[in-house]
């Protein structure tokens, strides 16, 4: 049987989990967050054969970020107030799982936010060169991209290790801990975070192309042409000659959605990742703090991204421009 839990000590090193007003008002947020993520996954799921499989990924990101926003801290702040040993030790028996799973789903946002990125970016340009870059445009082949993501986030997942401090329960970030074996300790501090940055900066390298290429729309070669899309909309399913600021809005639509991307991306290095910030120099209260910002921020960049979608395209979001005769 476990020794119960020294709350007095808990309470001590991590009094930010008492419950109070932030928590309960971020703890609405994510939940109605979840909510519309749902309502994307299910919104999108309807148009899985029209090239949504991307943004379908991005929605279940938001979906578990808000969702974890919940468990590390509306659960933990419960579990504090009513000092309920039974459920603290679940809590601590998960919080190295349940981090990883973080860093999972955080790694396959980064790599989606790129996909969709260079979607956008080549929306921008002819036919010519959608069909030449149809592994970025063609509906089966991104979801073979999809899959990649996966399988590298798991890469992600598995280089990474942590260790719990002498007080468990308030470990929001468990410490890092480095692989014994040297090969492995230069996957963990090398080779991950050197694809992570390059992916990161590519991103906003497309970004900044796709916001020049827009810039020139009329000039010479219009980038956005009129082509038969898809569209979320049913009643211009199939449609000819669309609107071609329609295709615009949503591009400019998803640019939006990716500063949110990059703000939080720039407050992760800063902040938050052991190779680049002071994290773990900081006392335990004062990091939990750090990360509740950080989770904060996410939740509230997660949970807007439905409002940002409709306030752009209401219900006519372009999930694919392929190439004149795609696939013939």
């Known amino acids: 049987m476990k020794k119960p839990l020294d709350w007095e000590l808990i309470e001590r090193t991590c009094p930010e989990f008492q419950l109070n007003w932030w928590i309960y008002g971020f703890g609405i947020v994510a939940f109605i967050g979840e909510i519309f993520a749902y309502i994307q996954i299910r919104q999108f799921q309807k148009k899985k054969e029209e090239g949504s499989s991307l943004l379908v990924m991005l929605a279940l990101c938001d979906l578990l970020i808000c969702f974890f926003y919940i468990m590390t801290y509306i659960a933990t702040s419960a579990i504090f107030y009513f000092r309920s040993n039974f459920f603290a030790d679940f809590l601590i028996d998960t919080k190295t799982s349940g981090y990883s799973l973080k860093i999972l789903y955080d790694t396959i946002m980064t790599v989606i936010v790129f996909l969709l990125i260079v979607e956008r970016f080549l929306w921008t340009c002819s036919s010519r060169t959608r069909l030449t870059w149809r592994i970025f445009t063609d509906n089966k082949l991104k979801k073979r991209l999809t899959l990649v993501a996966i399988l590298y986030a798991f890469l992600s997942f598995f280089t990474r290790m ?18 014994d074996v040297e090969v492995l300790k230069i996957l963990q501090l090398y080779v991950v975070p050197g694809i992570d940055a390059f992916i990161c900066v590519a991103t906003l390298i497309f970004a900044l192309l796709t916001i020049l290429r827009l810039s020139k729309v009329g000039q010479g070669e219009e980038p956005v042409v009129q082509e038969e899309v ?27 959605a990716y500063a949110t ?56 979001i372009v999930t694919e421009f392929p190439p004149t005769a795609l696939g013939k």
């Open 162 to 179: 942590f260790v719990l401090s002498d007080v468990p329960f308030c470990d929001i970030a468990p410490r890092p801990l480095l692989f």
């Open 230 to 256: 898809k569209l979320e909309d049913g009643d211009a399913k199939g449609a000819n000659g669309l609107n071609t600021n329609l295709i615009k809005r949503w591009i400019m639509c998803m640019l939006v």
């Open 261 to 316: 991307f990059l703000i939080r991306t720039m407050c992760n290095y800063i902040f938050i990742n052991p190779l680049t910030s002071d994290l773990y120099q900081k006392t335990p209260s004062n990091r939990n703090l750090t990360v509740w910002w950080y989770d904060m921020m996410s939740v509230l960049f997660s949970g807007s991204r439905y409002i940002v979608y409709y306030a752009f395209c209401r219900n006519k």
